[in-house]
């Protein structure tokens, strides 16, 4: 299986330590270990006494209780604990794809959602989300790139880069479509409680269909992505088909990374709470600077998440170019629209710390200055 280089990450690691200003971050404001603790009431001991064995290769139990009682209708049994919702990702494709399928993804798209597919010897179809359409989804392009030989329809909902959101009836129409023709729906919903705007996230999948995986992690909304802890929600037939390929993996995370998790799952409500009131205020600023620079650079708000995807206005500037020139001129870290294969494009995210983000801006707005 041969993987096309994963254009992002070499974007960001390339940059990434050396950034004055990371307007990058596609979380929400990463916490402390004493920010945790004190969020959730812990004590410190509790993490210190932790044991540092192996865990469980399909996350501890309860991890795993807590995480399904997310998921009306689902058990710890349906539950599979992973290196982040990368891991996850790619478990699913490997075990669910054989070549000749057809794999239709939501483009543009974290590229794990589709290259592995690829690499497996599937026909990937993109549905293309328009910023001349506002990043809608739109069911009729999606229903003329199903055909009979689709195993898989991969969803991101909050999206990245875009901030778009399937409605909840069009979420349902796709799942009685995947129940009426026998493929699986992979719903990536890593941004699902994180809402900086007013728009209507639909339930998880998993809850609206027998045919619907769920993916999620401690990452983007809950700011714990040094845990590197995500998990799928599903049949247990594919958590014990993808139990066997872990085996070859990463096997299992760390008893830190659990217990830490189930600290967190356990408070969920002050968790997002703190990151959301972040997050809006965040894009409050945000919105203003679009505002300020609205003859360069165009944008479509999104409607959750803290990611945006704005294009350049200006004829002959590509994604790039625009992303290094802020970069070498002003240490700021932005990611290029081409690395989504989608020019003149660049990625922003709001989640982090107000401060910090508000100087980088500052900086952007220096380096915009050349540019008009």
Partial sequence: MKLAPFLVEHWLNTHELTARYNLAETDAKPFTVRELLAVTGASPDSLLDTRLSYNPTLGSDALREIIASFYPGSSAANVLVTTGAMEADFLLANILVEPGDTVVVEYPAYQVLYSVAEARGAKVRLWELKKEEGFRPDLKRLAELIDDRTKLVVLNTPHNPTGAVISEP???????????????????????????????????????????????????????????????????????????????????????????????????????????????????????????????????????????????????????????????????????????????????????????????????????????
């Fill in 170 to 372: 069009d979420l349902r129409t796709i799942l009685r479509w995947a129940e009426e023709q026998g493929f699986w729906v992979l719903c990536d919903e890593v941004y699902h409680d994180l809402v900086a705007q007013p728009g209507e996230v639909p339930p998880y999948a998993r809850t609206l269909s027998s045919r619907a995986i769920s993916v999620g992690s401690m990452s983007k909304a809950f700011g714990l992505s040094g845990l590197r802890l995500g998990w799928f929600v599903g049949p247990e037939e594919l958590v014990d088909k993808a139990w066997s390929w872990k085996d070859y993996t990463t096997i299992s995370n760390s008893p830190l990374s659990d217990f830490l998790a189930r600290l967190a799952l356990s408070h969920k409500e002050a968790i997002i709470a703190r990151n959301t009131a972040i997050a809006r205020a965040n894009w409050e600023r945000l919105a203003a600077w679009f505002e300020r620079w609205q003859e360069l650079i165009g944008y479509v708000p999104p409607q959750a998440g803290v990611l945006a995807f704005p294009w350049l206005k200006k004829p002959g500037l590509s994604g790039t170019h625009f992303c290094q020139e802020a970069f070498d001129k002003e240490g700021v870290l932005l990611v290029p629209g081409e690395a989504f294969g989608c020019p003149g494009h660049f990625r922003i995210g709001f989640g982090g710390d107000p401060d910090a983000f508000a100087q980088g801006l500052e900086r952007l707005s220096a380096y915009c200055a050349e540019l008009v």
